[in-house]
């Protein structure tokens, strides 16, 4: 091979990296938003926990779903 033949695979392999990069959700980006929708969620549940005494349910349910979001990103992060 000489110098302008591997000059220009590496050109190709560097437009092939840039556009598989920018190709929709990376695994990161999902357990970011995953992470964000746990906080807001278990912060929420919190709040309608101890502001609705009456129906302390629907606090534990907020929750509860925030800790599911949370289990998602676990398996994200460590099993694939």
Known sequence: M???EIEKLLEES???GRKEHHRGL???KI??????LFLAG???GIILYFALPESRFTGLSVIG????????????????
């Open 2 to 4: 000489n110098r302008e």
């Open 14 to 16: 560097g437009r092939k």
């Open 26 to 28: 990376s695994r990161d």
């Open 31 to 36: 357990r970011n938003l995953l992470n964000m």
């Open 42 to 44: 278990a912060a929420i």
């Open 65 to 80: 779903i925030a800790m599911l979001l949370k289990i998602i990103e676990f398996f994200l992060r460590f099993m694939l």
